[in-house]
Nanobody, 129 residues
Framework: QVQFVESGGGLVQPGGSLRLSCAASGSILEPYGIAWFRQAPGKGREGVSCFENNDDSTHYRDSVKGRFTISRDTAKNTMYLQMNSLKPEDTAVYYC??????????????????????WGPGTQVTVSS
């Protein structure tokens, strides 16, 4: 069972950028897919972006399309989330987890943490002037 440790969060002004990292305890090629999730205070956990290992396809929540980019470094067993043009509504704790499918269940609405595996402690992203 792959476990993740997220890092790279911080305080950034609106319009700024951050790159998050998600280091895995094992091979990131083993899971069907790996997704980035986030949870803002008082809100449910939602999928932000997803990477499918079978075809290297990437998928995004509508609200982050064109601003966020998911990528991976298989040599380092690390996933990344490049976040540009950040908005205050992007403020949240960001997490990684393995997924069985990068579909609407992951990238729309909210998810139950119990449905996915490998959660790390998360990394806080705060977008504020």
């Amino acid at each position: 069972q792959v476990q993740f440790v997220e890092s790279g969060g911080g305080l950034v002004q609106p319009g700024g950028s951050l790159r998050l990292s998600c280091a895995a305890s094992g091979s990131i090629l083993e899971p069907y897919g790996i997704a980035w999730f986030r949870q803002a205070p008082g809100k449910g956990r939602e999928g932000v972006s997803c990477f499918e290992n079978n075809d290297d396809s990437t998928h995004y929540r509508d609200s982050v399309k064109g601003r966020f980019t998911i990528s991976r470094d298989t040599a380092k067993n690390t996933m990344y989330l490049q976040m540009n043009s950040l908005k205050p509504e992007d403020t949240a704790v960001y997490y990684c987890a393995t997924v069985l499918f990068c579909g609407r269940a992951v990238l729309t609405g909210t998810v139950a943490a119990s449905e996915y595996r490998g959660w790390g402690p998360g990394t806080q992203v705060t977008v504020s002037s």
